[in-house]
């Protein structure tokens, strides 16, 4: 995914939108490096959470997203372009697709957004983070930063038909760098503290 005139324009406009409608504000941003391969990991609230992590980012960031949100007017495409690509939930084929799309981005040098929680809470409370985004770290050795994204679920929950004027808070922190463990035998208990650890990174900065 090219940093194209469509994406520096739509990313402007989207910027402008949210910061008048959500009073959004940014910290920490630089902590998402310009280029090189990078896994971006933040919780997961709403269909808007790719936009909103995105938008102080110059680099194109791609990202899973439910196969049938495609269908929806206006925010599937508004997905595509800002570089979501489809995966189904069910697993399967599809499932198996959206993994080596990932592989091949990172190890040729992309940005991939991914929500370690696996789906948006319904509840506001954050959920489990599972596993598979440190061993995507590992098998390609590269850096997760954790995102934590504050005021999103009274924006723009699951219940809610429309987004809401909430302020908004998006908070990038230092990246994780992950060093695998000698003993093959640890690696499924490795895999589930970093994981946790991860978590806890993205809690601290929710009020």
Same mark, same amino acid.
């Given at each position: 995914?090219?940093?194209?005139?469509?994406?520096?324009l739509s990313r402007w406009l989207m910027m402008t939108l949210c910061k008048l409608y959500f009073r959004?504000?940014?910290?920490?941003?630089?902590?998402?490096?310009a280029q090189g391969p990078v896994i971006v990991a933040p919780n997961h609230v709403s269909y808007l959470d790719p936009i909103w992590i995105?938008?102080?980012?110059?680099? $194109?960031?791609?990202?899973?997203?439910?196969?049938?949100? !495609? /269908?929806?007017?206006?925010?599937? &495409?508004?997905? +595509?372009?800002?570089?979501?690509?489809?995966?189904?939930?069910?697993?399967?084929?599809?499932?198996?697709?959206a993994l080596k799309h990932s592989l091949k981005h990172l190890r040729t040098g992309g940005g991939l957004v991914i929500f370690p929680e696996g789906g948006r809470t319904r509840t506001?409370?954050?959920?489990p983070?599972?596993?598979?985004?440190?061993?995507?770290?590992?098998?390609?050795?590269?850096?997760?930063? $954790?995102?934590?994204?504050?005021?999103?679920?009274?924006? !723009? /929950?699951?219940?809610?038909?429309? &987004?809401?004027? +909430?302020?908004l808070k998006i908070v990038y922190h230092p990246p994780l760098r992950l060093t695998?463990?000698?003993?093959?035998?640890?690696?499924?208990?490795y895999l589930q503290e970093q994981a946790e650890h991860l978590q806890k990174i993205v809690a601290s900065a929710l009020p």
């Open positions: 995914m090219e940093r194209t005139w469509a994406f520096v959004v504000e940014f910290e920490g941003k630089e902590h998402v490096p995105s938008l102080p980012i110059k680099r $194109p960031l791609r990202y899973m997203t439910w196969n049938q949100m !495609f /269908s929806v007017p206006l925010l599937g &495409p508004l997905m +595509r372009a800002y570089g979501a690509f489809p995966i189904n939930v069910d697993g399967g084929v599809g499932d198996r697709t506001g409370e954050m959920m983070f599972k596993p598979g985004v440190i061993r995507l770290a590992l098998d390609t050795n590269v850096a997760i930063v $954790p995102v934590t994204i504050i005021g999103g679920y009274r924006a !723009f /929950s699951p219940h809610h038909k429309f &987004p809401r004027p +909430r302020k695998p463990p000698t003993d093959e035998a640890q690696l499924k208990s």
